[in-house]
């Protein structure tokens, strides 16, 4: 990607040019055009990490507790992705999603799930029979589930890709390969430090993804909570057998943990993917298994949450050991919903990984989560559903950073 330059005073800039720090900009401009605005990113190409390693749903909005950030934003996050995509002839879809049931045991959890549901604004959903089930997906089984209709897919790098070609058109900055080393602060503005010398920026957003602690902290910013990255590994379906997932095949997740546990994604592509699990791991960009990094390995082990975590969740740690390196248990996990998935049907898929802020009692942060310090906001935590968000979350960042309701 072709870098633009970097002014050196600035009157808002943006670290990190994933999905989110990318839709703030364009909020931005479009409240304030011809604002002198900057997008830095470290890496050469935009949607590097997070955006451009997950599985693609757009989220209805159904899991969230009502009242969070997360039910918030991702209902209006996701009608206003959905006409971004219309309006940039993106491909997408909305291919549905069912969240099946297999036992009586879970059958309290899904309703759980269609009371935050409906409370929180989502569109279409009701809970079906198994009859209906099989009328939508033909190959899953169980003994209830929910079907969330405006659920869908996109490739959210390509939504990436095309924000940047507004935002320039805007007269907005996209430098890439120019690393963020710190901020600090310039009486009431901010100077940046970065890999082609200082911009001094009025306002400035970290939207930097795992990264994120280490700039906020530096900044004067609480400690906790702790970036502490989680390899999302994804199997796929192998070609002859996507007809068994026609849209989105999800299980009733457990209510203690952030993650929604191995499912079944139809990607834009025509992909199956089948995943993700959860491992955490040694560095903050381990899109390989074995990359470790010292200090992303020094930070998560000096961690009090990290111990904190592993104690209380032994069993679950365990049992996403086992998905990572056999491929008998994640076919076996797979069948849980389809039951006609056998390893022979998998072959071997991305990974991604989730940066997870964790707390030091050792809570898995379940929210969208922004400190603010003076001329800077720093987005803490933004696992999923933040791509889906991103354009809400960028009207409630842009209504803090200029003082301001867009309502």
């Not at 909005?61 to 959905?82: H, Q």
């Not at 199956?272 to 990359?291: E, F, H, I, S, W």
């Not at 990984?353 to 030091?360: D, E, G, M, V």
């Amino acid at each position: 990607m072709v870098s633009d330059a970097l002014p050196e005073r600035l009157d808002f800039a943006v670290v990190g040019a994933g999905i989110v720090g990318l839709a703030l900009a364009r909020e931005l401009i479009e409240r304030q055009p011809g604002a002198r605005l900057a997008v830095i990113e470290r890496e050469s190409e935009v949607a590097a990490h997070q955006t451009g390693h997950n599985s693609g749903v757009i989220h209805a909005g159904i899991y969230y507790k009502p009242g969070s950030l997360k039910a918030r934003l991702c209902v209006d996050g996701a009608r206003r992705m959905y006409d971004f995509c219309e309006q940039y002839e993106i491909a997408h879809q909305r291919c549905g999603k069912v969240i099946v049931a297999t036992q009586a045991s879970e059958l309290p959890g899904l309703d759980e799930l269609e009371a935050r549901g409906r409370a929180n604004g989502v569109s279409g959903l009701r809970r079906i029979t198994t009859g209906e089930l099989s009328e939508i997906e033909p190959y899953a089984k169980g003994v209830a589930a929910l079907h969330s209709p405006q659920t869908g897919i996109v490739d959210y790098g390509a939504v990436a890709r095309a924000l940047v070609s507004e935002l320039r058109g805007k007269g907005v900055s996209v430098v890439t390969g120019c690393e963020v080393s710190g901020l600090e602060r310039d009486g009431s503005a901010v100077r940046i430090r970065h890999g082609r010398g200082e911009s001094t920026a009025q306002r400035a957003v970290v939207c930097a993804g795992a990264w994120s602690d280490r700039l906020a902290v530096a900044f004067g910013a609480p400690a906790d909570p702790r970036i502490v990255p989680f390899r999302g590994a994804y199997m796929r379906l192998r070609p002859e057998a996507t007809h068994m997932v026609r849209g989105l095949i999800y299980p009733v997740p457990d209510p203690e943990l952030p993650f929604l546990g191995v499912h079944l994604t139809k990607h834009i592509d025509g992909d199956v993917l089948l995943g993700p699990t959860a491992l955490m791991v040694g560095a903050r960009d381990a899109y390989k298994l074995g990359r470790i990094r010292s200090r992303d390995l020094a930070e998560t082990l000096a961690w009090p949450g990290t111990w904190k975590l592993m104690r209380r969740f032994r069993s679950t740690a365990r049992d996403e050991l086992r998905l990572a390196f056999s491929r008998r248990a994640f076919a076996a996990a797979c069948a849980r919903f389809v039951p006609a998935i056998t390893t022979e049907d998998l072959i071997a898929g991305p990974a991604g990984i989730r940066a997870q802020a964790l707390s030091r009692d050792g809570g898995l942060v379940d929210d969208f989560v922004v400190n603010e310090l003076g001329p800077v906001a720093f987005v803490r935590n933004a696992p999923s559903p933040a791509a889906t968000s991103s354009f809400a979350i960028a009207i409630y960042l842009a209504d803090g950073l200029l003082g301001e309701s867009s309502s």
